[in-house]
């Protein structure tokens, strides 16, 4: 395998969405050199152009009543107390300056009489959610073009990071393969940043693109980072569904079922009701409220409900203005299946949106390995077990800025680091034996379509003790099976395939990690549910912990950092 060449930086930054464009923007502009590599073209990858219109901020223009504390007391009550409150109000003290500085970028919000319109989403005591026109997909262009501005920033896209260096513990750069040529690419850096997005890809419904398979978070454990509440993964309830092929959009329930917006339903497949009286559930009460549903034979032989718009009592005038001016890009998107939402009822279920597990860090964005950082949905310990509408982008922007800023400051204070040539070796045989036809006929995506059928079966909305246990000798097979090699069909550009072998060591891992540590949690909480703990345990209020140390795993619990404030608004 040729290489292609060995390149230094201050800081080397991982991704390709919001956390990662905002990380590399705020280390130039500390005055040190960085590079950015992203697994694809920024703006086409990656879940920050996917993103919902929302993006939280407590202005209190539409409500007055609204400021950090309540938005600092919402996040908290509604992340079930499991999200770190010292994170949680670096990010509700910054969203107000953060979002000022994509619209100085060129990110367009909704205003009226030029204040920003915030609208009411499940969660939030006032309306709080900014309307981004174009959704995630205008956020990360505006980003793009600011990146672009800052001509001392080294941008590498169709890089695939395929490991971390480390020197004595301390990480040291980066090898990655460069999709576009065929060649390795080594990076020697003072710092290196992961914002690299979920693990939504271990499961087969997710609503993301293909490249958020977790295999950076995978990295970084193999590293020795410490992953912190990895049981949790957040269902988004009502994506559409029809066939194996026909799924994964967004029907935006906020929207379509909110009394103020188009006052929809969501009924069951005879046609009943089913929500309780009252506020709209947030999402993790309303995912389980349809798989109780499907539990009680009452869904579709998919195992889906509907989204019924046409029981509104809303005037077609009425629902035709809400759809043009609110929810845009996701009604657009059915439209474009053929499929009218102000007229047919929509097939949905819940699907994986949101990993809210991932890379433990501190409120600058810091692992507890030296030289290692985590911004965005690869970082954890902000949202808790329950992620309220509108916080993803918010925390891409707040803790994109702030490790990108603690990750220049220790560049600025060492000199530049050596390399471990051996790794770098091997690293480069490695990935260069995985581009072959081995003959053993385990194909990557076999491995992963596999994987997924065993996640959804045993690891998805409802887990016990056996099922885990199910899952995790599933798993060990699929790692034994993975020792024989893969066959990788030997084609030296943009191969696919290839991709997918460096992928799935890391997703086997990270799928290991979840079972397991969804067994340690012995409780319900949030978007995990165990059928033989079905109580949320005022004992369990704690974190699930795991570092890779020598050969094996080490699982513990961590207490949630609190501060101490008064809780009642």
Known sequence: MQLGEFLECDVLVVGGGGAA????????EQGVQVALISKGPIGRSGATPLAFTSYQAAFGHSDPRDNPRVYFHDTVREGRYLGDQDLIEAM???????ALDLERYGVKFKKDDGQFYQALHPGETYPRNLLIE?????????LRKELKRHRGIRLFEDHILTNLLSVDGEVVGAVALDLRTGCCRVFRAKAVILATGGYHHLWKRNDVSSDLAGD??????????????MEMALYYPTLYFY???DQGLDVVYEWFLEERYLAGEIVNALGESFLPP??????????????????????????????DVTRSPKSEEEKAKVFRELVGGPGKNLLNLGLDVTRDPVEVAPGVHYTLGGIRINVHGETNVPGLYAAGEAASN????????????TATQVFGVRSGRAAATRAKGMAVPGLPDEQVRGEIERVAALRQVRGTGVRPIEVKRELQRVMERYVGPSRNEEGLKAALAAIRDLQERCQAGLDVVDIPVFNNEWREALEIGPMLTLAEVVAKSALLRQESRGH?????YPETAPTWCKHTLVVHRGDEAVFSTAPVVELGHDLEV
């Open 216 to 229: 950076a978070t995978g990295l970084a454990y193999e590293v020795g980072a410490e992953l912190i509440d």
């Open 134 to 142: 174009g959704g995630g997909y205008a956020m990360i262009a505006a």
């Open 528 to 532: 995990h549910y165990r059928s033989d």
């Open 92 to 98: 509700v003290s910054e969203a107000v300056e953060r």
């Open 382 to 393: 902000v949202h808790g077990a329950n992620r309220v509408s509108g916080n993803a982008l």
């Open 278 to 307: 009252g506020k709209l559930p947030v999402r993790d009460i309303l995912s389980r409220l349809i798989f109780q549903e499907v539990q009680a034979g009452r869904a579709t032989e998919r195992g889906t409900v509907f989204m």
């Open 243 to 245: 066939s194996e092929y």
């Open 21 to 28: 464009t905002r990380a590399a923007i705020e280390a130039d």
